[in-house]
């Protein structure tokens, strides 16, 4: 049950996530600070919390322009994932969870044999990118390429960020959280996502 510090905090997280595209660990953090409440990291709500409070917010102020720059993004997803079906691409983030709007990066993951493959592969398609470095599964540092992307639908240019994992890393990443909602889904999976909002449009 969070406590009404955690709550304040997530919902003030919320409207950094939606107004200013922040992920979730910055946006908590500066959530805390713009509440002055110097929150120590006990306080911080967790991730669930935090998607929570977006949903909320979504569901109150962009009930009508959300789903429209959710769909834009997925399709603009489904292309990068065709493009490097190769490397097993899934999709992540918010833009896979459905919280997503047109300030939202989107984020693959890219399932490799061989991590530079992928970076060969961008290379041979003329495809600008930087490469940076994060942790990844079992505490390892990964590689993430970053790109920029036009989105028709939307009019302007997405943060592709590209997550490159060992093969073997894709055993047990399709597993449901406590809500019975995964944390990342494949193309197929996409395009079932897309079918339905169409369907619920």
Not at 59 to 69: H, L, S
Not at 161 to 177: E, M, T, W
């Amino acid at each position: 049950m969070p406590t009404p510090l955690t709550a304040e905090i997530a919902a003030a997280a919320a409207r950094l996530v939606v107004e200013e595209g922040l992920e979730y660990g910055p946006a908590k953090r500066r959530a805390a600070r713009d509440l002055g409440r110097g929150a120590r990291q006990v306080d911080l709500p967790g991730n669930d919390e935090v998607e929570d409070a977006v949903r909320e917010y979504l569901d109150i102020f962009c009930a009508d322009t959300q789903p429209d720059e959710l769909r834009a993004l997925r399709e603009l997803a489904a292309v990068w994932m065709e493009r490097l079906a190769v490397f097993r691409p899934h999709l992540t983030g918010a833009v896979w969870r459905g919280t997503a709007t047109r300030l939202s990066a989107l984020h693959l993951e890219l399932y490799c044999d061989d991590g530079k493959s992928a970076e060969i592969a961008l290379l041979d398609r003329g495809v600008d990118f930087d490469i940076a470095s994060t942790r990844g599964p079992q505490g390892r540092d990964i590689d993430v390429l970053s790109l920029a992307s036009r989105c028709p639908a939307l009019g302007e240019t997405v943060t592709v960020f590209l997550s490159v994992l060992d093969h073997d890393d894709l055993r047990g990443a399709l597993k449901a959280d406590a809500r019975g909602m995964t944390q990342r889904g494949d193309l197929a999976a996409l395009r079932r996502l897309l079918d339905e909002q169409a369907e619920d449009a």
